[in-house]
């Protein structure tokens, strides 16, 4: 693809860098904001810029954040005694979109994956522990992906708390709603019928 | 979706403005760019930024450009007596891409059509049949969209460079190379009957 300005080609192959974006998408990206006043898009620019600069990670969930401690974390409002562990931040934002958590989270930074060279060094499990140690938690719910790395993670984690008097729950798994049941893969039906629940409890829902 | 960084939160918002991108496809934006250094970042916002700073429209053929006159319209190695008219930038990059293509353009800027209140005045008409009256001008190619508005606009325009000695030629209609007839629209098809061409002038293309 030639371009007549080196300006525009520029501004084209840096949008192509992003991910899913490819340089048909970066071009109209591009001729869109052309056509926005400049100081829009000194405002779109600067915004990405500054955010790169500043954003820094809370020390106390290594959630991102505008201070050393996030806004979830000085959040008076918010239980101080429930810790959900997950992945990463955008599993903190997915559940935050739920609106039915109010405890504070941890952000692991990955599950232990020794095929791709994750250990438990790598993630944030020893600042988990140091919370527990410190403050009043008395629930750690495990967020994580269902899937064997997930599940070492958790037992790994698991097996480090045992000395606290800390009760330990995973997410329910089982068939979503508005979920058909014979397009539901066999393990999630399989352990959707071990792990079944009384109808009074599910409709106290 | 909350956000636990006003920044990031920002920087998301920013994105989401442009066009086909939603939140949760800048929120992944976004995300990939706190991996990347701080100076590629910056790389980025400053490209975008400054070619919409610095950017200016070819004062010849209103193509994009670093300066006054365009790459295309400077370079000595087009053919200066043939001008391809075309509605906007993105359809000058088609074309280029074809790599079949050696004279220079002529950037509308849109095409007449007086149901969004376009008229002949907004366009650069004008400036067309300035270049012709200039230059030596043999030919006009007319690459428009082959729609009513299109064909109003090369109506238009012949009309005006009847008193000057050249040839106007628009782009060929049919059916595209690798569709099937069955799936054309029956306009194409009808015509691409009545444009009907020698198989020896096919083949020798």
């Not at 056509?35 to 809370?58: G, L, N, W």
């Amino acid at each position: 693809m030639q371009i007549a300005s080196s300006l525009l080609e520029n501004a084209v192959n840096e949008f192509a860098r992003l991910p899913g974006i490819g340089k048909k998408t970066a071009l109209r990206l591009v001729l869109h904001l052309i056509k926005q006043s400049p100081e829009d898009v000194q405002r779109f620019s600067q915004a990405i810029d500054k955010m790169r600069k500043e954003v820094v990670f809370c020390t106390v969930c290594h959630n991102i954040s505008d201070n050393t401690v996030c806004n979830i974390c000085s959040n008076p409002l918010r239980k101080k005694e429930t810790i959900c562990v997950v992945e990463n931040i955008r599993d903190v934002i997915a559940i935050e979109s739920t609106q039915q958590y109010s405890g504070l989270y941890h952000v692991l930074g990955g599950i232990i994956s020794p095929l791709d060279g994750i250990g438990p060094d790598q993630l944030t499990i020893e600042s988990l522990i140091t919370r527990v140690q410190q403050s009043a938690v008395s629930e750690i719910i495990f967020a994580l992906s269902p899937n064997i790395q997930g599940d070492t993670t958790i037992y790994y984690i698991q097996k480090k708390l045992q000395p606290y008097p800390v009760t330990i729950t995973t997410i329910a798994r089982g068939i979503s709603f508005g979920g058909e049941l014979e397009y539901a893969d066999e393990l999630t039906l399989g352990r959707s019928l071990q792990n079944r629940m009384p109808v009074e409890k599910y409709v106290s829902h």
